[in-house]
């Protein structure tokens, strides 16, 4: 076979033989089932290295144009073009089940994505994002342990491991919650692929298709999403500057007969406000009256800055009327991927058995490398050094806010990840989005958190942890410019 090679080129030899049989096969100049020249034969002729011949045969293997055959030699297989996409799905010939889907509002991660399209700014900065800043991690320290952990525990930390989760990082969980005010038992501690999978799980397990499930509204919009994708019913709940308006929520039990009610009542995403004690104590009343379960988000309960600290509704609850979910991937790192589940009572078993036919089992590596980073007391450091970080970054949003923001409203949050922003009433954050993405900075919309999409438009949600000061100090300047733009076009 004579394929012509220039060897002064910067293009590898065996890319340039690769590219002039892949010519050959997709001409159809090379048909199917042509046995190509051995390696060595082709290699001699070409007066190149055998293992350069290899490399470009395996190249075009890899695309699925060619195959090998033990004892027999390479050969070239069909070309079957792929199909087109069609332009336009709605008219596609997809089959009649395929119709039953249908597309829900976009999701918080989706807006995420979106807020980072930014255009060419040299320097975006976004607000948008729903965890505290990776930046912070001590991936270097988090690396020792991991390679410690290998050392130690060889093929084990590699292994499925135990179902309910590794049990030392169960004790470590059990000891924070403690340390918290929560009183529980390792065996009743769960882990989960993060605070997603622990309200997916609780989901499945408590709820089937056109069920009612009470939330705040505003509320976190994966959990909408989610709760949308499993067919539920979903009714909301007032939020104002002391968390859910519980006095509203028994009308609303006689009413819709929930069979669950969402709560995140420690600096709730987005508005940030905490559920007061008394509201509490009469949440968990009236829940165990209807015999409804409480679904408990502490997503960041321990990221307070000021202020006292509020009893979780699980260490208030009396006995199994609670299910309390935790997560250490919005303090730690979003790729860790390690939240849990504490539950009493029967419902714990329904929840270990269906996780284990979801995903067999989260990465024991990790739990055992989280469990030695926490034992060593590297989280609670971590912790409070991030608490003194997120305070300062808060306060310098609070103090941006009010040098460059004219006509905005918001409370003061005591500790979590946002500020949950009201602009005036002239103007609509879906409205001013995009005029702020061009001065290159972005937020979410506050439409997004709340079960009517088309409600909560003067909203807008910033996070102020993901940010360093300077940066927080220049978003806020330019999304003053982005509002000044709006209002300008209106006069």
């Known amino acids: 076979m004579r394929i012509p090679l220039d060897r002064h080129s910067g293009i590898p030899l065996y890319q340039q033989i690769e ?66 996409i069609p332009k336009n799905y709605a008219d596609g010939p997809w089959p009649l089940w395929q119709t039953n889907f249908q597309t829900h509002n976009a999701s918080n991660s989706d807006l995420e994505d979106d807020a980072h399209q930014f255009g060419k700014h040299p320097h975006p900065i976004s607000f948008a994002s729903g965890i505290s800043d990776s930046r912070q991690f001590p991936v270097e320290e988090f690396r020792k342990v991991l390679q410690s952990v290998m050392r130690r525990d060889q093929i084990d930390s590699l292994e499925y491991g135990e179902r309910r989760g590794y049990a030392p990082l169960r004790r470590g969980i059990a000891q924070i919650l403690a340390s918290q005010g929560l009183q529980t038992h390792p065996e009743n501690v769960l882990i989960t692929a993060g605070s997603q999978q622990a309200i997916f799980l609780v989901a499945q397990v408590l709820l089937k298709a056109d069920d009612t499930v009470l939330v705040e509204d505003p509320t976190y919009s994966a959990a909408i999403e989610l709760f949308r994708t499993l067919g539920l019913q ?27 009610i969402y709560t995140i009542p420690n600096f709730h995403n987005p508005t940030g406000t905490c559920l007061s004690s008394a509201r509490r104590r009469e949440l968990i009343m009236l829940a165990g009256r209807y015999n409804v379960p409480i679904l408990e988000d502490d997503f960041v309960g321990d990221l307070r800055y000021e202020g006292h600290t509020q009893p979780s509704l699980k260490s208030l609850d009396p006995g199994g009327q609670v299910i309390y979910v935790g997560t250490f991937s919005k303090m730690l790192m979003p790729g860790l991927r390690v939240g849990f589940i504490v539950a009493d009572g029967p ?145």
């Not at 490399?55 to 069909?78: C, K, W």
């Not at 979903?234 to 669950?260: R, S, Y």
């Open 234 to 260: 979903i009714v909301g709940i007032p939020v104002d500057d002391q968390g859910m308006q519980v006095d509203k929520l028994e009308k609303l039990l006689q009413l819709h007969h929930p069979k669950l």
């Open 347 to 491: 419902v714990y078993d329904s929840l270990l058995n269906f996780k284990r036919l979801s995903d067999l089992a989260t990465s024991t590596l990790i739990q055992r490398a989280l469990d030695a980073y926490m034992t060593v007391g590297r989280y609670q450091s971590y912790l409070h050094r991030s608490c003194q970080v997120f305070r300062n970054r808060r306060d310098a949003m609070v103090q941006a806010i009010g040098q460059n923001l004219d006509g905005v409203s918001f409370e003061i949050p005591k500790g979590g990840l946002f500020i949950w922003l009201r602009l005036p009433k002239s103007l609509s954050a879906n409205e001013l989005l995009p005029v702020a993405r061009k001065e290159g900075v972005s937020f979410v919309p506050g439409n997004s958190f709340f079960i009517d999409g088309t409600c909560g438009r003067e909203w807008l949600r910033l996070n102020f942890a993901s940010q360093p000061v300077e940066d927080i100090e220049e978003g806020i300047k330019r999304l003053g410019l982005a509002i000044l733009k709006i209002k300008g076009k209106k006069k």
């Open 19 to 84: 590219s002039h049989l892949r010519q050959g096969i997709l001409s159809g100049n090379l048909p199917s089932d042509t046995r190509l020249p051995a390696c060595r034969q082709l290699a001699r002729d070409l007066g190149v290295n055998r293992t350069t011949v290899e490399n470009a045969y395996s190249a075009l293997e890899a695309d699925g144009l060619v195959f090998s055959r033990m004892g027999s030699g390479t050969y070239v297989l069909p070309v079957y073009p792929l199909p087109a």
